[in-house]
């Protein structure tokens, strides 16, 4: 019996011993297998990194093509792999490398002709979808396989079979944008220069045409939540990739260097981004001035990515872009914009107490403002920093913004504004009535998409522009009154316009900010005053307020609350 008893008691041993090592190996080995899959895909995304970073393309390597899509190489459909967003190739992860090697990139810089024209560059297959040929006008890539051709420079498309018919087959004119294109031809021959002087430039540039007017890119990635690295590869597609810069790998100073190559007053830079970048690309324009450089200063035009651009909107460009209309289209909008001049602000700072430190100095394109907007916008920035990534939505960052409001109309933490700063303009003290915030604006637009200054329109203002060397100064009551203004229930109180603001807050610490970016400033002097204009252009269609691109109440009430529920967690 006892026998009968250790054999079964080793059997059941056994038994535990087998489960136990078959259920280890079925957690352990999956584990071990992620592991080396990922240890893998590491390896491989390092080495495709560092294969992007030496090719002559501007490759982008793609899980899931957006699109029906062809390797140029093997012909074959691939859902996965890479394309280069400068010519249009694409190929699958087995093809890159010979792809790499036998398909040529956008020349940047090449000679014409011995005609002095300049010759197609095509690609075969992946035709833009909507395309139409050429020569039939029948649409293109209609056929599930790699075919058609598309030239890279003029956007042209072609069937195979019409190819033979195009006429003027070899001559490529750049397409619609022709008048925004640097040709590689002209850079080739400002290479060649021995002497470089403007005039040679204007020499050269006559060659491009009469109306030639090239455009830099300028686009800050960080905005728009990340609407700036699309940009980035559709306007290297349509025009010279030279003109277009990531402001995320190359400084503003560094990109407007380019000006200094091209014909005097004909250059204009988009710059796609927020106020701040447009504000940085702006401190850039001023440096140049101070090299000398005044004859190469650019024109400055907006694509307005991520939340507010006020600018953007006082300038016809619209309160925001989230791909609604095509890149095409925003090119067709600069060579139709007018040019007008708007001034720019020197915002001098200089702290009650220290004497040994220099007063700190901000350029200002759009407003400065003390009190409940500038609490708001310095809250907002804070609770950004510690979080940036909840913050990716317009509808988010509104409603964030609501609940700072809601806050500060129970606490209000700027009340008896008027007790604690004194307000001078052009050197006239103003009595202040019972405030908690002062705004002085240089643009018509504020808050996001509100006209501060007309208010509810429904009394008579004095007329603001952009060049006239004035600003606006206006005070709120608190944030209920901020909030009323901007759905037109309540009009500002106009202090008054002036060519030279001067603020002395006399006690306490106060928050402020100059084109939103704010920051808690203690008993200080602010002196604000003319500084340079800036050249800009004006899209002349009707402007948008951010009436259109608002989602109900209802939805940012939702969305409030669950701010809300975050941050009290």
Same mark, same amino acid.
């Given at each position: ?59 982008? @390597? ?69 395309? @139409? ?41 750049? /397409? ?9 031809? @002209? ?14 430039y204007s020499k050269l540039g ?114 925001? @872009? ?27 700072v200089a702290s009650k107490g ?94 996001? /998409? ?51 603001v001067r603020l002395v807050l ?64």
């Amino acid at each position: 019996v006892e026998g009968r008893d250790e054999a079964q008691d080793d059997c059941g041993s056994r038994e535990e011993w087998t489960l136990l090592f078959w259920t280890s190996v079925a957690v352990v080995v999956p584990v071990i297998i992620t592991l080396w899959c990922s240890a893998q895909r590491s390896k491989r995304k390092s080495h495709m990194k560092d294969f992007f970073r030496k090719s002559k393309h501007g490759w982008h @390597y793609t899980d899931l093509f957006n699109k029906p899509t062809y390797c140029c190489v093997c012909s074959q459909h691939i859902l996965q792999g890479a394309f280069c967003d400068c010519c249009g190739v694409c190929a699958d992860e087995q093809c890159l490398r010979r792809a790499d090697r036998s398909l040529s990139c956008k020349e940047i810089m090449a000679p014409s002709s011995p005609e002095g024209a300049m010759e197609h560059r095509w690609v075969r297959g992946n035709v833009p979808l909507a395309s @139409y040929c050429a020569v039939c006008k029948q649409q293109c890539g209609t056929q599930p396989k790699l075919c058609d051709i598309r030239c890279v420079w003029c956007q042209t498309t072609v069937h195979d079979d019409c190819m033979e018919s195009l006429t003027d087959g070899d001559v490529c004119d750049l /397409g619609e944008f022709h008048n925004l294109i640097i040709p590689p031809h @002209y850079l080739y021959r400002v290479n060649k220069l021995r002497r470089r002087h403007p005039d040679e430039y204007s020499k050269l540039g006559s060659s491009c045409g009469s109306g030639w007017t090239p455009v830099l890119v300028l686009a800050n990635t960080r905005s728009g939540n990340n609407m700036g690295e699309v940009l980035l590869g559709e306007f290297r597609t349509l025009l010279n990739p030279v003109q277009v810069f990531d402001l995320s790998q190359l400084t503003p100073s560094k990109a407007l260097q380019l000006c200094t190559l091209l014909p005097p007053g004909s250059v204009q830079v988009l710059v796609c981004g927020g106020d701040g970048t447009v504000g940085w690309v702006l401190d850039a324009i001023d440096a140049m001035k101070l090299k000398g450089q005044d004859q190469f200063i650019p024109r400055v035009t907006i694509l307005p990515l991520g939340t507010g651009n006020d600018l953007s909107n006082t300038l016809g460009w619209g309160a925001g @872009y989230a791909g609604e209309i095509p890149v095409e289209q925003v090119l067709r909008n600069i060579l139709d914009a007018e040019v007008v001049k708007m001034d720019r602000w020197k915002v001098q700072v200089a702290s009650k107490g220290v004497y040994f430190r220099k007063p700190k100095v901000l350029s200002m394109n759009n407003y400065f403002s003390v009190g409940p907007d500038a609490l708001m916008a310095l809250s907002f920035h804070a609770h950004r920093e510690k979080t940036p990534s909840f913050f990716s939505s317009r509808i988010i960052n509104k409603a964030v913004y609501f609940l700072y409001g809601t806050r500060d109309c129970l606490v209000q933490e700027c009340k008896d504004l008027d007790k604690r700063i004194e307000l001078e303009l052009d050197g006239e003290r103003v009595k202040l009535p019972s405030l908690e915030g002062i705004i002085v604006c240089n643009i018509g637009y504020w808050g996001g /998409g509100c006209r501060l200054w007309e208010g509810m329109g429904d009394e008579p203002c004095p007329p603001t522009r952009l060049d006239d060397g004035l600003l606006e100064v206006v005070g709120v009551f608190g944030s209920f009154h901020c909030a009323q203004i901007q759905v037109k229930l309540a009009n500002p109180v106009r202090l008054g316009q002036a060519h030279t603001v001067r603020l002395v807050l006399k006690s306490s610490t106060m928050p402020m900010q100059v084109d939103g970016e704010p920051w808690a400033q203690g008993p200080c002097t602010i002196t604000i005053t003319h500084k340079t204009q800036a050249f800009m252009l004006y899209h002349s269609a009707e402007q948008t307020d951010d009436d259109d691109d608002e989602t109900s109440l209802q939805e940012i009430a939702r969305v409030a609350e669950a701010c809300l529920g975050s941050t009290a967690k």
